[in-house]
């Protein structure tokens, strides 16, 4: 199964030594500390990627929304407009503070942080590769689905804080539309869940492949529907158009942060365009194979057996590749999640509701219960799997 | 391999510092860096230039409040179903998948008598038209001929 961090960096001898000198010149057993720095260190680098990442997606939103547009988008801060967020980013420090006067200022200010724990602390189960993983807890999506709704409270917090007829109008469509499509992600979720064998992002992955048929997306038809369902519900979840009412701002200003002016609305844009990444994510690692590389490149064993590498290396290029492969499938994601911003018009805040409770909730539940007999009646077994047992066996499954 | 101590927690706390951090951070420079000059026409709600009416804490449309009921029984219901899920695979490759297929739809059974529920109620419309009855509609009339 797939270890954290530390488990993956324990197995070299050098970082062994490391922890040996380190006990001795402090005279106690140092692990606990070294996990702690590795923990911390790998932290570290995962939080600047992200707001990298979530700094690039600003400028990949517009320049691919210009591209559809016909437009040219961001083209003057940096070649091709690309230090474009940096720009945005000083102005946002730069711009003054304004609290309402009738505003409740400890949840003002309390809401942007709120907003930002919960995307950070999901970070923390992001399967990026078998050995880039900060926590494969054993409640692995259950754990995320939890702290996820942290954005939901900071959304509905924001608009209510501020206390403005805007702020407050999307604060509350955000919270109800949150809260609502959290039903039909959980029960896809459940689904999975079942094939998987397990809650942690582990099992989910590793019961996948590195080919398309392995995946659970085309495992059989009910978790084919189910990864649209699972999507549209995660447009939702991080209030991206079609489904961006709580910020509509052709009929509410700007929704739920009318009222933040600077660095907080700012770090509320960072944590919504990292929260998408994150889900983003969620769903290659549930439907679209994770960090799996075909032919079993990914556990390095090829390298050390065909090329004569030590076995360290080999198993380091094993995890770039599987890191390269997360990569690719999530932001070929974020790539769609932008495109369908920017194709379909917004939707009502009935027909947002109408949608998830008559349309997406039960269409989960058949799904769900799909799983349930698939499962019991074919024996775990794949469509592929099935198919290439009634071809006679001629080209079996690839495992 | 998943650990069953609390240990593997500390990623999840130092992420949260992390948070917490660059927010501290990033209002402290902007702090240093920014104008603060406030004034009471600034300080007024934004609602495009009108004088602000009153307070946007009042009272709010009901159905916001049926939606989060709905919620919280799927909700639970979900959580409820994830440790029957996490072990329905192992059951299922030791053949002895039925035990769980009957736990499973008693579990997904009573979600789904809940939706047809709120449905048949009409709690998942939300504009919701009330059909009056001709009893009410001429109990109706009666009081306004009082009037």
């Known amino acids: 199964m797939s270890p954290s961090v530390n488990e993956y960096v324990n197995q070299f001898e050098i970082h062994q030594k490391l922890v040996a000198m380190v006990s001795d010149f402090l005279g106690f057993d140092a692990s606990g500390l070294m996990a702690f720095l590795v923990f911390a260190v790998t932290a570290f680098a995962i939080v600047n990627v992200m707001a990298l990442i979530g700094g690039l997606g600003t400028y990949a939103e517009r320049k691919i929304s210009a591209d559809i547009q016909l437009r040219q988008g961001p083209n003057r801060v940096g070649p091709y407009g690309i230090l474009q967020f940096l720009a945005d980013g000083v102005k946002m420090i730069m711009k003054e503070t304004i609290y309402p006067a009738q505003a409740d200022r400890a949840l003002f200010n309390l809401a942007p942080v709120l907003a930002l724990l919960g995307v950070f602390a999901t970070l923390a189960v992001v399967p990026f590769s078998s050995g880039f993983t900060l926590a494969n807890l054993n409640v692995g999506v259950f754990y995320l689905i939890g702290v996820g709704s942290l954005v939901g409270v900071a959304v509905f917090l924001g608009g209510y804080a501020a206390n403005s007829k805007w702020s407050m109008l999307g604060g509350m469509r955000g919270a109800s539309q949150i809260i609502s499509y959290e039903v039909p992600v959980t029960i896809t979720t459940l689904s999975i869940v079942l094939l998987a064998g397990g809650l942690s992002f582990g099992h989910f992955v590793e019961n996948q492949g590195g080919f398309p048929h392995e995946w659970f997306i085309f495992h059989n038809p009910f978790t084919f529907i189910g990864f649209f369902v699972f999507f549209v519900g995660m447009l939702a979840e991080t209030n991206r158009a079609p489904f961006d009412l709580p910020e509509a701002e052709s009929e509410l200003v700007s929704g739920y942060h009318t009222e933040y002016t600077g660095m907080r609305f700012g770090l509320f844009a960072l944590a919504e365009y990292i929260e998408v990444f994150v889900l983003c994510g969620v769903a290659v690692a549930a439907f679209l194979g994770g960090y799996k590389v075909p032919f079993d490149l990914g556990n390095g064993v090829i390298f050390v057996e065909k090329l004569g590498l030590p076995a360290i290396i080999g198993k380091n290029i094993g995890q770039v590749l599987q890191l390269g492969s997360f990569v690719t499938k999530t932001l070929a994601l974020y790539y769609v999640v932008i495109w369908v911003r920017w194709t379909f018009p917004r939707i009502r805040v009935d027909q947002v509701m109408t949608i998830c409770w008559k349309y997406l909730t039960p269409i989960a539940l058949f799904n769900l219960i799909g799983v349930v007999f698939w499962m019991y009646a074919f024996d775990n077994q794949s469509l592929w799997e099935i198919l290439s047992h009634l071809g006679g066996g001629s080209h079996g499954g690839h495992h | ?147």
């Open chain 2, 1 to 147: 391999m998943t650990s069953y101590t609390l240990d593997v927690y500390m990623p999840v706390i130092i992420l949260m510092a992390f948070a917490i951090g660059l927010v501290l951070i990033s209002v402290f420079v902007a702090q240093i860096l920014r104008p603060f000059k406030p004034n009471a026409l600034k300080e007024q709600a934004y609602e495009c230039g009108e004088e602000p009416v009153g307070t946007a804490w009042s009272n709010f449309n009901v159905r916001f409040y049926v939606v989060s009921l709905i919620f919280i029984v799927f909700d639970v219901e979900g959580a409820l179903m994830f440790p029957v899920a996490s072990i329905y695979r192992k059951f299922v490759e030791i053949g002895e998948g039925a035990v769980l297929v009957g736990s499973l739809l008693v579990f997904i059974s009573v979600l789904v008598v809940g939706i047809v529920y709120c449905w048949a109620k009409g709690d998942l419309d939300w504009v919701r038209s009330f059909q009056l009855s001709d009893e009410q509609i001429n109990q109706l009339k009666g009081i306004e001929e009082k009037a």
